[in-house]
């Protein structure tokens, strides 16, 4: 009896029932987002065990959709396309969040954040304001350097000390106050004090007078994390104690929301 090639094609199902074409080309655009955004074809050989031929083939496939462009030195960097779709995803998770947020807010009395790590940047994407008159606020889409932050630390925390150290390499480490960590022996040392504690803390970092609580929403689509930011006079220790039992269970629900989703597994 013959045997039909269709099981022996990219385009054949997986072992998980998905299309391996598929599977294999948003591996190799995870790898390349990994990588830095560029990278060689001998490198994505390599890192994801595929034969040349077959990345060639992907890749291909990937220029002439837009989602990957070859450069002048014949290396391949992630194409503009994916813009679009990166912009319109962290609309969607800030959407589902929203409502998580709103919960925070109503427990703690503080504004709440969701923010992701893009790049070397954090940008904010969701925000539910406090209703105190003295509130924190910060712009959906605003980005800033994650050493300063709360949601940085957070989002920094499971990185190898490597990784983090060239990241802060590229960024540098500006002083936006008096109590920034300018230092990458200092921001390690907080790494290991979130990892210790589960939670990240800004105190006054970012803003002489504020001071944020963060932590990691745990296996979210994309590195998120949720805050909560007020006066330095109200987030105090004392108050500490009592929001990151908060802040650590709805991450957990948000989590398991986007799970549910189907997001988190797209």
Not at 62 to 77: E, H, M, P
Not at 116 to 135: F, N
Not at 208 to 220: E, M, N, T
Not at 227 to 252: K, W
């Amino acid at each position: 009896m013959p045997t039909s090639s269709a099981s022996t094609t990219d385009s054949a199902k997986s072992a998980s029932g998905g299309v391996q074409s598929l599977e294999r080309a948003f591996d190799l655009l995870e790898r390349m987002a990994d990588a830095g955004g560029e990278v060689g074809l001998s490198e994505l050989s390599v890192s994801s065990g595929l034969p040349l031929p077959t990345i060639h083939r992907l890749m291909r496939t990937l220029v002439a959709c837009g989602y990957v462009r070859q450069q002048a030195n014949r290396r391949y960097a992630l194409g503009p396309r994916l813009i679009r779709l990166g912009e319109s995803a962290s609309r969607l998770l800030g959407t589902w969040a929203r409502p998580y947020l709103a919960r925070l807010v109503d427990e703690t009395g503080e504004t709440a954040n969701m923010a992701l790590l893009d790049g070397d940047e954090i940008v904010y994407v969701a925000q539910v304001p406090s209703r105190h008159s003295m509130r924190m606020f910060t712009e959906v889409g605003r980005r800033v350097l994650p050493h300063s932050t709360g949601v940085g630390k957070a989002l920094l925390a499971d990185f190898p000390d490597h990784e983090v150290r060239a990241l802060l390499g590229r960024t540098g480490m500006p002083a936006a106050t008096e109590k920034t960590i300018v230092t990458p022996e200092g921001f390690l040392a907080a790494l290991e004090d979130v990892r210790q504690s589960g939670y990240a803390v800004d105190d006054n970092e970012q803003e002489i007078g504020v001071r944020c609580l963060a932590v990691c929403v745990p296996d979210s689509p994309t590195a998120a994390a949720i805050s909560i930011s007020g006066p330095a006079g109200r987030v105090t220790e004392a108050a500490t104690e009592r929001i990151v039992p908060v802040l650590q269970q709805v991450a957990r629900e948000l989590s398991e929301a986007l799970a549910g989703s189907g997001i988190a597994n797209a």
